[in-house]
């Protein structure tokens, strides 16, 4: 289905992200990888970038047009994603970071894509939000600001493009066990109204149904993939 695809994957070494890259290239795609740390699975075209900077981003994306002539998929899944402290402690340094590497990295490389992508009848963008983009807990204020702006920047670029043949959608996960799985509680699959805690396989499964290339529908749009959990009421 993707054997004449060239997939972008940010944040592919490792969790989720790896997971989406190894599924695409399982479906015979060419998989671009960008982080920090070489990734676990190493069967990708991987490139060392930092997504708080530009100027790494852009240099990236000039390498892949020169070597593939453009990309057809972009998966925006790199994030800072375990940074949490009280808010009278999160510095604005700090706040800063996690912003440019979510919110800004992800619109860089959106950018980036829309630049190269020429004279194509098929695209897509997928950004890996988070259900912390409207409920949330303590002490996760940079984190969920940056994934809250995520969705509205899906919103804004589907819109933008909305005379390309590029799609913009967003998935927001819930909670999604990637390593440890046989450790979870019975507690913690039975608070899923699904029944069970998330796999990674569930965000891989869509990110291959969005990026179908009949699939230009769906627009604009943000998949909560979270088992039920934002549509039960609890009250402690």
């Not at 969790?15 to 890259?21: E, K, M, P, R, S």
């Not at 990888?33 to 240099?59: C, Q, R």
């Not at 590497?101 to 897509?124: E, P, T």
């Not at 993939?225 to 009421?233: A, E, F, S």
Request: hydrophobic share 40%; charged share 20%.
């Amino acid at each position: 289905m993707y054997s004449d695809k060239v997939v972008i994957v940010t944040g592919a070494s490792r969790g989720i992200g790896n997971a989406i890259a190894r599924a695409y290239r399982e479906q015979g795609a060419t998989v671009i990888g960008f982080d920090l740390e070489e990734p676990v699975s190493p069967d990708m075209d991987f490139h060392g970038v930092d997504l708080g900077k530009p100027e790494m981003i852009e240099a990236a994306f000039d390498r892949i047009v020169r070597q593939y002539g453009s990309a057809h998929i972009l998966i925006n899944n790199g994030a800072i994603s375990r940074f949490n402290k009280p808010v009278v402690e999160l510095t604005a340094a700090e706040f800063s970071r996690v912003i440019d590497v979510n919110l800004n990295g992800s619109f860089n490389c959106a950018r980036a894509f829309i630049r190269q992508h020429k004279d194509k009848h098929y695209g897509r963008i997928i950004n890996i939000a988070s259900t912390r983009w409207h409920q949330n807990e303590p002490g996760w204020e940079a984190y969920g600001a940056s994934k809250g702006g995520l969705v509205s920047l899906t919103n804004t670029l589907a819109m933008s493009l909305a005379e390309t043949p590029i799609t913009v959608n967003a998935i927001s996960p819930g909670w999604i066990q990637v390593e440890h799985y046989d450790q979870l509680t019975g507690q913690d699959h039975r608070q899923h109204p699904s029944g069970r805690v998330g796999k990674p396989r569930d965000i891989v499964n869509t990110c291959l149904f969005l990026t179908h290339v009949e699939n230009d529908f769906i627009n604009g749009t943000n998949i909560v993939v979270d088992g039920g959990m934002t549509k039960k009421m609890i009250y402690q």
